[in-house]
């Protein structure tokens, strides 16, 4: 069975940054893509960034370019989303999401396996 399980979310200032972490199990194989998606209240989850098991190609969506990064170590099967310069509207649930395929692609439909979510609040 396989179990997303986030961590790192929290309460930051704005400017400040944080670590997300998803740690992966139960998968058959390890070539599996990895994403973030986040969902602020009363809106739609959303894209945030994705990664291909190699870690070779990255995903991000445009508002997070140059703030946010994705890595992935597959020894610890962990995969993460560092966050630097953190504005209000970033606040939202984090979800970490994965899929058995080789596509890095922001659509929501595409992954199976999900977390169940961090918060993150990034106060002004």
């Known amino acids: 069975q396989v179990q997303l399980v986030e961590s790192g979310g929290g309460l930051v200032q704005a400017g400040g940054s944080l670590r997300l972490s998803c740690a992966a199990s139960?998968?058959?194989?390890?070539?599996?893509?990895m994403a973030w998606f986040r969902q602020a209240p009363g809106k739609e989850r959303e894209f945030v960034a994705a990664?291909?098991?190699?870690?070779?190609?990255?995903f991000l969506e445009d508002s997070v370019k140059g703030r946010f990064t994705i890595s992935r170590d597959n020894a610890k099967s962990t995969v993460y989303l560092q966050m630097n310069s953190l504005k209000p509207e970033d606040t939202a649930v984090y979800y970490c999401?994965?899929?058995?395929?080789?596509?890095?692609?922001?659509?929501?439909?595409?992954?199976?396996?999900w977390g169940q979510g961090t918060q993150v609040t990034v106060s002004s």
């Open positions: 999401a994965a899929h058995l395929g080789t596509v890095v692609t922001g659509t929501r439909e595409t992954y199976r396996d």
């Open positions: 139960g998968f058959a194989s390890s070539t599996y893509t």
């Open positions: 990664i291909n098991w190699r870690g070779s190609i990255i």
